[in-house]
């Protein structure tokens, strides 16, 4: 298979002179469709800053990011429209704090995109009713962000980041600070998106029960992978 989004050499440097900083330094990855790649490392690795960079939301000091887009073609990220265009199709992703806007229900956060991609209104809610469904909150469709657990808003950022299809998910710390059984719940949930539904998934994490799930394992420090299996 040929994977569905890749890194190579990628850098990030921030500052200058004494306040230079090295987040990354020379990462190369890829994952394929239908795998769930675990990114584990210290505070301070680079984890956060690799995903941005993958998921387009900064731009590398060096190297590249390539995704394949719905013709089997790679396409570099980067700045303009049609590449603007590419990443919201093929991307979805997953903050760490849930990210969340406060003041729509939670069937209206997960609409979102598709109201972005202009969704016809019929296959907007159905898609709708099937996220919310599937990921266990049918019931809490109409609450707001701050009338859910903490477990609730990253289930709902997760059927947010994958309303639109994307076939790349990147998911940062998405069970930090949640018990072991809500762990378990989200990481059951972005499993099936990956063994249903053939989606490549980056997740970092510190959480050993999440390694465990891994198809594969990357081990950050200092900016730099150090180990794979």
Do not use: C, Y
């Not at 049918?138 to 859910?148: G, K, S, T, V």
């Not at 950022?157 to 069970?175: C, K, Q, S, Y």
């Not at 980056?202 to 180990?227: K, N, S």
């Amino acid at each position: 298979m040929s994977a569905l989004i890749r890194a190579e050499g990628l850098g990030r440097v921030f500052g200058e002179g004494h306040a230079r900083v090295v987040a990354l330094d020379g990462v190369s990855l890829e994952i394929e469709p239908g795998e769930l790649v675990v990114l584990r490392g210290p505070s301070g690795a680079g984890k956060t800053t690799l995903l941005s960079l993958l998921a387009g939301l900064d731009v590398p000091t060096a190297g590249s990011v390539r995704v394949r887009d719905e013709n089997g073609a790679e396409v570099e990220l980067g700045g303009g429209s049609d590449l603007d265009d590419l990443r919201a199709r093929r991307l979805g992703v997953v903050f760490q704090s849930g990210a969340l806007i406060p003041v729509l229900s939670a069937a209206e956060n997960i609409a979102l995109p598709l109201r972005i991609a202009r969704w016809d209104a019929r296959a907007r809610d159905e898609r709708v009713a099937e996220l919310l469904q599937r990921v266990g909150l049918a019931p809490h469709a109409e609450q707001r962000p701050d009338e859910l657990s903490g477990g609730q808003q990253q289930r709902v950022g997760i059927a947010r980041a994958v309303a639109h299809r994307p076939a790349i998910l990147l998911a940062d710390e998405p069970t930090g600070q949640l018990d072991s059984a809500t762990t378990s719940s989200i990481m059951a949930l972005i499993e099936s998106l990956v063994r249903d539904d053939g989606v490549a998934a980056l997740v970092t994490t510190h959480d050993p029960a999440v390694v465990e799930r891994a198809d594969r394992v990357l081990d950050l420090h200092d900016g730099r992978i150090v180990t794979a299996a």
